[in-house]
């Protein structure tokens, strides 16, 4: 399928979706919003992709909204944006495969809403992040403030949102918001490195283990428990387990594609 906004790439079992509009950042518009929920879904749909992995041409990963087609926004019009917004950053969270933000510069905004929405978040060196929102006089439209104060904490949220600031990738590591910093130069080599080894799991053991982390955020200890002993069952069931000991046992890689799940 034909995007206009993005560049989609395979890499072996890595599907790596780029957004591009460096001459405006990657800054987020209505467009935008539309065909990234309508990549991941494909990527998702994709028998041969594994892992997703999203990242920005240019200089920026996505440097926020679309400032200059938000700007003459009616309160109803930016209703709606927001939820546009929110309702393709939750189909990334849905996405039943692991899914990498390969933050390679500016994540301001929108864009570290959008990076939030991933399972993990890769940043060059050289990256920036922040909600810098309140200096324009508006706040997070896409979800950004609740998927913040879980990712860092209160106390840190609340700095983030309420200054404005900007941090540097390894003060976002410090504070949890990033998983690991790569150096610029290889940057994005390391992150297919680590992708790989992600994409090399078991599909439906990945697939189940993103579905009981969201139990356990949304429902807390004792419904998790109750579904993690029903996808434990599920995995045996599957063969994929059986595939997975079996190759240990033997010594070799897993061949999960002779699994018939």
């Given at each position: 399928?034909?995007?206009?906004t993005l560049?989609?790439e395979?890499?072996?079992?890595l599907g790596i979706i780029k957004i591009?509009?460096?001459?405006?950042?990657?800054a987020l518009?209505?467009q935008v919003?539309n065909?990234?929920?309508?990549?991941?879904?494909d990527m998702?749909d994709d028998?041969?992709?594994?892992c997703?992995?999203?990242t920005?041409?240019?200089?920026?990963?996505v440097?926020?909204?679309?400032?200059?087609?938000?700007?003459?926004?009616?309160?109803?019009?930016a209703r709606?944006?927001s939820?546009?917004?929110q309702d393709?950053f939750?189909?990334?969270?849905?996405?039943?495969?692991?899914t990498?933000?390969?933050?390679?510069?500016?994540?301001l905004?929108?864009?570290?809403?959008l990076?939030?929405?991933c399972?993990m978040?890769?940043?060059?060196?050289?990256a920036?992040?922040?909600?810098?929102?309140?200096?324009?006089?508006?706040i997070p439209?896409?979800?950004?403030?609740?998927?913040?104060?879980?990712?860092?904490?209160?106390?840190n949220?609340r700095m983030?949102?309420?200054?404005?600031?900007m941090?540097?990738a390894q003060?976002?590591l410090r504070m949890?918001l990033?998983q690991?910093?790569?150096?610029?130069e290889?940057f994005m080599e390391d992150v297919k490195?680590?992708?790989?080894l992600i994409?090399s799991r078991g599909?439906?053991?990945?697939r189940?283990?993103?579905k009981?982390?969201?139990?356990n955020a949304?429902l807390g200890m004792?419904?998790?428990?109750?579904?993690?002993a029903?996808?434990?069952?599920?995995?045996f069931?599957s063969g994929?387990?059986?595939?997975?000991m079996?190759?240990?046992?033997?010594k070799r890689?897993?061949d999960w594609?002779?699994?018939r799940?």
């Amino acid at each position: 399928m034909a995007y206009e906004t993005l560049l989609i790439e395979k890499d072996g079992n890595l599907g790596i979706i780029k957004i591009n509009r460096p001459k405006a950042m990657n800054a987020l518009s209505t467009q935008v919003l539309n065909e990234i929920r309508r990549a991941f879904l494909d990527m998702e749909d994709d028998p041969d992709v594994a892992c997703i992995v999203l990242t920005g041409e240019g200089k920026a990963f996505v440097a926020g909204a679309d400032i200059a087609e938000m700007k003459d926004y009616s309160g109803e019009q930016a209703r709606i944006f927001s939820e546009n917004g929110q309702d393709a950053f939750r189909t990334i969270e849905r996405i039943g495969k692991p899914t990498i933000a390969a933050v390679n510069g500016f994540a301001l905004g929108g864009g570290l809403e959008l990076a939030m929405a991933c399972d993990m978040r890769f940043a060059s060196e050289k990256a920036k992040l922040g909600q810098p929102e309140v200096t324009l006089g508006v706040i997070p439209g896409f979800n950004g403030t609740a998927r913040l104060r879980r990712l860092v904490g209160e106390g840190n949220a609340r700095m983030l949102l309420f200054t404005g600031e900007m941090i540097k990738a390894q003060d976002a590591l410090r504070m949890g918001l990033v998983q690991i910093v790569f150096p610029e130069e290889s940057f994005m080599e390391d992150v297919k490195e680590k992708a790989k080894l992600i994409a090399s799991r078991g599909p439906l053991a990945l697939r189940l283990m993103k579905k009981l982390m969201s139990v356990n955020a949304e429902l807390g200890m004792e419904a998790s428990a109750t579904f993690e002993a029903m996808a434990f069952g599920s995995c045996f069931a599957s063969g994929e387990t059986k595939e997975g000991m079996t190759a240990f046992l033997d010594k070799r890689p897993p061949d999960w594609k002779s699994v018939r799940l």
